[in-house]
T-cell receptor, first 112, second 113 residues
Framework: GQQVMQIPQYQHVQEGEDFTTYCNSS?????IQWYKQRPGGHPVFLIQ?????EVKKQKRLTFQFGEAKKNSSLHITATQTTDVGTYFC????????????FGTGTRLTIIP | EPEVTQTPSHQVTQMGQEVILRCVPI?????FYWYRQILGQKVEFLVS????????KSEIFDDQFSVERPDGSNFTLKIRSTKLEDSAMYFC???????????FGPGTRLTVL
């Protein structure tokens, strides 16, 4: 079945440093979504990417979808303590099939 | 802002007992989902539901699981005979049209003893 892996599994950064998590799917995706889960919380939607090579920005967050639509990345510039949480990518393989396959997640902790 | 709600927040049950987890999706949403997350692990898809029937289910969603939309607002997940390995956080989610962001509820923590 489809597998979605993320690296790294954990990342500890000093406040103000940048952070990147990488997402790789075993199959081509029709679109990819990113979610953030705070400790003890539920996944909260961040963004959706649909087009090959697409790049989207949300303030300090930059999301990218690979040309082959099998990988994606999330980059946070100048991390803040509010960025703490686990970041999951989640892929949809086929339009019309709304099943989300979540990645393994990257847990970000910030050292003040 | 509309949100997905789930009850109870925590359910403790004995192995072999039946449990029903309840969700109220966002009112104008048409697609509903159940996911589970074992502590510290990734979110796993269980089932999707549209137009009063299951549209897709994972290999986790075996005969012990069932879903129902008994009225116009509730969406339930039933586990007929719980096992120890069913202990997890169960999230309900909904979306308007199936291809956009999914809105997750706060989850029900199920503990099977």
């Amino acid at each position: 079945g489809q597998q979605v892996m993320q690296i790294p599994q954990y990342q500890h950064v000093q406040e103000g440093e940048d952070f990147t998590t990488y997402c790789n799917s075993s199959t081509t995706l029709s679109n990819i979504q990113w979610y953030k889960q705070r400790p003890g919380g539920h996944p909260v939607f961040l963004i959706q990417l649909v087009k090959s090579g697409e790049v989207k920005k949300q303030k300090r967050l930059t999301f990218q979808f690979g040309e082959a639509k099998k990988n994606s990345s999330l980059h946070i510039t100048a991390t803040q303590t509010t960025d703490v949480g686990t970041y999951f990518c989640a892929g949809i393989s086929n339009f019309g099939n709304e099943k989300l396959t979540f990645g393994t997640g990257t847990r970000l902790t910030i050292i003040p | 802002e509309p949100e997905v709600t789930q009850t109870p927040s925590h359910q403790v049950t004995q192995m072999g007992q039946e449990v029903i987890l309840r969700c109220v999706p966002i009112s104008n949403h048409l697609y509903f989902y159940w996911y589970r997350q074992i502590l510290g692990q990734k979110v796993e898809f269980l089932v999707s539901f549209y137009n009063n029937e299951i549209s897709e289910k994972s290999e986790i969603f075996d005969d012990q699981f069932s879903v129902e939309r008994p009225d116009g607002s509730n969406f339930t997940l039933k586990i007929r005979s719980t096992k120890l390995e069913d202990s997890a956080m169960y999230f309900c989610a909904s979306t308007r049209n199936g291809i956009h962001e999914q809105f997750f509820g706060p989850g029900t923590r199920l503990t099977v003893l």
